[in-house]
């Protein structure tokens, strides 16, 4: 069994990880992948906490939920898929610890470090949160004063969270581009900042280039190379607000 990228958006855990008991061969295994609240925090990736998400997980608290529907965790990878991920392996509790991976030990270990386990952790997160909307706001009006152009790339939903938390819209940042179709001629939920196809950024040539999907930024500056023909610079803003 697979869920990639389920568990965050599941409203009831306990029945759907019973389900998967019920569902699950004595033998098989189920394979969950979700982003990692380790690196959720690590990076300051505050924009992707948005309300298609029920929860936000780490390792301990998705080993705990298993472990009460008779599951167990064998193995864990991590991997870069949105802006850091666990998948879990996962067979009956009966089946699971015997032959656990040391990789799973080797995260928990990094969580408990991290102090995932302690408030202190969580309230270091929202101040480091609250620090990056003040760089970024810093970063608008004073660009906006020394008359330079930004415009955005992408329209992520974490680049609504992003922009609807600082408090951004048109007049900081007039429009943003992006590749789908189905996205551009629409406005921004929120900001009502429009969405524009990527050639309005040859056409206006701002002074800095956006990016919201800050996951992709080594694909976008490639792909957007030329902007540096008439000094334009992009800017990223996760973990830290970053002009390069």
């Given amino acids: 069994m697979v869920a990639n990228n389920v568990l965050a958006h599941v409203p009831d855990l306990h029945d759907f990880i019973e389900g998967v008991s019920i569902l699950l061969p004595p033998q098989a295994v189920a394979s969950f992948e979700f982003p990692h609240l380790l690196q959720l925090m690590r990076q300051n990736q505050f924009d992707t906490i948005y309300h298609e998400h029920f929860s936000y997980f780490s390792l301990f608290v998705v080993q705990e939920l298993l472990l009460r529907h008779g599951l167990a965790i064998y193995d864990v990878d991590e991997l870069p ?124 040539k701002p002074d800095y280039l956006f990016i919201l999907p800050w996951n992709l930024r080594n694909e976008i500056a490639e792909q957007m190379s030329s902007i540096r023909g008439w000094g334009g610079r992009f800017v990223v803003p996760i973990p830290e607000l970053e002009v390069f």
Avoid: M, W
Avoid at 101 to 124: F, N, P, Q
Avoid at 127 to 156: I, M, Q, S, W
Avoid at 162 to 179: A, H, Q, S
């Fill in 81 to 204: 898929t949105h802006g850091g991920s666990l998948r879990i392996s996962v067979r009956h509790s009966a089946n699971g610890h015997s032959s656990r991976s040391t990789k799973v030990e080797r995260v928990l270990a990094g969580e408990r470090e991290y102090g995932l386990h302690e408030i202190d952790a969580y309230r270091r997160f929202a101040a480091r949160t609250v620090e990056t909307k003040c760089a970024l706001l810093d970063f608008f009006v004073n660009t906006r004063r020394r008359g330079k152009r930004v415009v955005g790339y992408g329209a992520p939903a974490k680049g609504n969270t992003l922009l609807n938390y600082c408090g951004i819209g048109p007049e900081l940042l007039p429009f943003t581009v992006d590749r789908s179709p189905h996205k551009q001629g629409l406005l921004l939920p929120g900001t009502r900042i429009p969405v524009r196809e990527p050639s309005a950024i040859l056409e206006a």
